[in-house]
């Protein structure tokens, strides 16, 4: 079965600093893993994925994300934090399933404050 | 390219009533999904659908939900009865047809939010 924590419900950090979001999955196998972002009252905006291909994953907004399977993480960081970075990140794992598709499976979400 | 649609945005309902809710995945996307996100917590997995086919609902409650993907139009969530408990945020999410043997990135509408009063 595949699972996904998110260590922290709530980060904060001041414009201009160093953002980090931390994310331990589960997996019986190879897994897809997700960064999602939430803007409050909007929809889900993927930031970015990892497929088995390079460990480091670059996404939009200057976030990238480094899988690590001896450790199970796949931790969202961002060298300098932005105001319009608040918002709600959500970790995801999916598997694909027999039938080709994905059954996402969400963290239960980081609410990011980023202060001037 | 317009994305995912879902309407209504905002849904308002009295106890014991019917919610309906409506996805028109991305052009292209023949598959769909549904998630609800009760407050403060993450977003669940409710069902998997491609036209005209239920794929998976082990997420779906066993009374009172029901959805579809008809041939032509939108993909419908329906909650009959509603209970105050429904009130969440409800994503439809579409990918496009699987090519590659594994799943496809699924690319979320902005939701309706349901509130049972």
């Known amino acids: 079965a595949q699972s996904v924590t998110q260590l922290d419900s709530h980060v904060s950090v001041s414009e201009g600093t160093p953002v980090l979001l931390r994310c331990n999955y589960s997996?019986?196998?190879?897994?897809?893993l997700f960064w999602y972002v939430q803007h409050p009252n909007k929809g889900l905006q993927l930031l970015l994925k990892?497929?088995?291909?390079?460990?480091l994953v670059k996404g939009i907004n200057g976030f990238e994300a480094e899988f690590k399977k001896s450790e199970t993480s796949f931790h969202l960081t961002k060298p300098s934090a932005h105001m319009s970075d608040a918002a709600e990140y959500f970790c995801v794992v999916s598997a694909s399933r027999s039938g080709g598709y994905n059954k996402l499976i969400f963290g239960a979400g980081t609410r990011l404050a980023v202060h001037p | 390219n317009a994305g995912v649609m879902q309407n209504p945005r905002h849904l308002v309902r009295r106890r014991g009533q019917e919610a309906r809710l409506r996805c028109s995945p991305m052009k292209g996307h023949s598959h769909v999904y549904w998630y609800r996100q009760l407050p403060e917590e993450g977003l669940k997995f409710m069902v998997y659908l491609q036209k005209e086919n239920i794929i998976d609902e082990s997420g779906m409650p066993k009374e009172r939900f029901s959805a579809e993907f008809p041939k032509e139009g939108p993909s419908i969530l329906r909650i009959q009865q509603v209970v105050r408990g429904d009130s969440a945020a409800y994503f439809c999410?579409?990918?496009?047809?699987?090519?590659?043997?594994?799943?496809?990135?699924?690319?979320f509408g902005p939701g309706t939010r349901l509130l049972v009063l």
């Open positions: 997996s019986s196998y190879s897994p897809s």
């Open positions: 990892y497929t088995s291909a390079a460990t």
């Open positions: 999410a579409s990918s496009p047809p699987n090519v590659r043997g594994g799943g496809e990135t699924q690319y």
